[in-house]
């Protein structure tokens, strides 16, 4: 299937801002364009041991390789802009930092309810027969590449995706479809200026701030460095020597973002609010956190992303948060998960007593 009915892209466009969407563009199903730069990224083993990022790779590197019947790739974005809690409890060595995107409820599911209303558009509104195929970061497809194509802006050194009128706090995914829609313009490949704005310049800011100083170089991300792998993907210990840097993320991180210029004066909450800024979402105590069960982990925690972790990571990366806390009012919940059943959470634990002043009265 080829063709579409005249008018349908904008239509469709429409329809993808009515679904919810702050971003929308289209490009032709096509090969990524960063292509060797991911597979050296895979030699060098920067992946840690996310497995299901080397798997499948011809189908990440072309869209067509996974469904053959793809014309054309409809992107989308969400923001997921909020802004910095009160200092108070950004601050607090007692609470935990969440990183904004996990401030409500699983984006998966918010952004998949509104990409399954928009692929019923295109099946009701598109060419008789026409195929849509949704996706997410769930899926074999390269969204950022995906977003170049369709002209959703550029790649900044921390190697998320920029947005010029929403900067890098934006969840992509989009539909490929079995018609050839009206493409747009790709952002050009190593420009200085993007729609009239400059990139990133000189600036390095992100790579700077770093805390674990996860970019080698500019472009590049080394997961196992990174605060948001070592908080949510990786399931064992944490090194020692990263555990002082984490500060008090819990889960995830947003410092390369916080720091970026375009983030900091673009930005903009989404058109269709979804995020909770309720201080327990943001920034949760951390004891309160030390004493939940299963049970009481789940109840808290169910239908969010902070269940990726469960229970067990997400008390192992509180007892780091308390080690680093600096407070002696940290030492009960660090007893308490010492003791835990669950070794990991207790190991964890016993390295947060070990740490200066916890123990100073």
């Given at each position: 299937?080829?063709?579409?009915?005249?008018?349908?892209?904008?239509?469709?466009?429409?329809?993808?801002?009515?679904?919810?969407?702050?971003?929308?563009?289209?490009?032709?199903?096509?090969?990524?364009?960063?292509?060797?730069?991911?597979?050296?990224?895979?030699?060098?083993?920067?992946?840690?041991?996310?497995?299901?990022?080397?798997?499948?790779?011809?189908?990440?590197?072309?869209?067509?390789?996974w469904r053959?019947d793809?014309?054309?790739?409809?992107?989308?974005?969400?923001?997921?802009?909020?802004?910095?809690?009160?200092?108070?409890l950004?601050?607090?060595?007692?609470?935990?930092?969440?990183?904004?995107?996990?401030?409500?409820r699983d984006?998966?599911?918010?952004?998949?309810?509104r990409?399954?209303?928009?692929?019923?558009?295109?099946?009701?509104?598109?060419?008789?027969?026409?195929?849509v195929?949704?996706?997410?970061?769930?899926?074999?497809v390269?969204?950022?590449?995906?977003?170049?194509?369709?002209?959703?802006?550029?790649?900044?050194?921390?190697?998320?995706?920029?947005?010029?009128?929403?900067?890098?706090?934006?969840?992509?995914?989009?539909?490929?479809?079995?018609?050839?829609?009206?493409?747009?313009?790709?952002?050009?490949?190593?420009?200085?200026?993007?729609?009239?704005?400059?990139?990133?310049?000189?600036?390095?800011?992100?790579?700077?701030?770093c805390?674990?100083h996860?970019?080698?170089?500019?472009?590049?991300?080394?997961?196992?460095l990174?605060?948001?792998?070592?908080?949510i993907e990786?399931?064992g210990?944490?090194?020692?020597?990263?555990?002082?840097?984490?500060?008090n993320?819990?889960?995830?991180?947003?410092?390369?973002?916080?720091?970026?210029?375009?983030?900091?004066?673009?930005?903009?909450?989404?058109?269709q609010?979804?995020?909770?800024?309720?201080?327990?979402?943001?920034?949760?105590?951390?004891?309160?956190?030390?004493?939940?069960?299963?049970e009481?982990f789940?109840?808290?925690?169910?239908?969010?992303?902070?269940?990726?972790?469960?229970?067990?990571?997400?008390?192992?990366?509180?007892?780091?948060a308390?080690?680093?806390?600096?407070?002696?009012?940290?030492?009960?919940a660090?007893?308490?998960?010492?003791a835990?059943?669950?070794?990991?959470?207790?190991?964890?634990?016993?390295?947060?007593?070990?740490?200066?002043?916890?123990?100073?009265?």
């Amino acid at each position: 299937m080829n063709s579409a009915p005249s008018g349908l892209t904008a239509r469709l466009k429409e329809a993808a801002i009515e679904c919810g969407f702050d971003l929308v563009g289209v490009a032709a199903a096509q090969p990524v364009r960063h292509a060797a730069e991911f597979r050296q990224w895979l030699r060098d083993g920067h992946h840690a041991d996310m497995d299901w990022i080397a798997r499948d790779i011809d189908r990440r590197l072309d869209p067509r390789n996974w469904r053959p019947d793809t014309r054309s790739m409809v992107v989308v974005g969400v923001s997921y802009h909020m802004q910095n809690p009160a200092p108070r409890l950004w601050n607090d060595p007692m609470r935990g930092r969440v990183a904004r995107y996990a401030w409500g409820r699983d984006y998966h599911k918010v952004i998949g309810k509104r990409l399954k209303k928009l692929a019923e558009w295109v099946r009701k509104e598109g060419p008789e027969g026409v195929e849509v195929q949704p996706f997410n970061d769930a899926r074999p497809v390269m969204e950022h590449d995906a977003a170049l194509a369709a002209g959703l802006g550029f790649v900044g050194r921390n190697t998320l995706l920029i947005h010029p009128d929403y900067g890098s706090m934006i969840f992509l995914g989009g539909l490929l479809v079995s018609c050839e829609l009206e493409p747009d313009d790709p952002t050009p490949g190593s420009g200085a200026v993007y729609q009239g704005k400059a990139e990133c310049g000189a600036c390095t800011r992100c790579l700077k701030a770093c805390p674990t100083h996860a970019f080698p170089a500019a472009y590049i991300l080394n997961s196992r460095l990174c605060i948001s792998y070592q908080t949510i993907e990786n399931r064992g210990e944490i090194p020692e020597s990263l555990r002082p840097k984490l500060g008090n993320w819990i889960f995830g991180c947003d410092v390369c973002q916080e720091v970026c210029p375009w983030v900091k004066r673009y930005s903009r909450v989404a058109r269709q609010p979804w995020l909770d800024p309720d201080p327990d979402r943001m920034a949760p105590r951390l004891d309160e956190l030390a004493a939940l069960d299963e049970e009481a982990f789940f109840q808290r925690f169910a239908g969010t992303p902070l269940m990726r972790t469960k229970r067990a990571g997400l008390l192992r990366n509180v007892a780091v948060a308390l080690g680093n806390s600096g407070t002696p009012e940290a030492l009960p919940a660090l007893e308490i998960l010492a003791a835990d059943a669950n070794p990991l959470i207790a190991s964890h634990a016993q390295w947060g007593l070990k740490q200066p002043l916890i123990r100073m009265s």
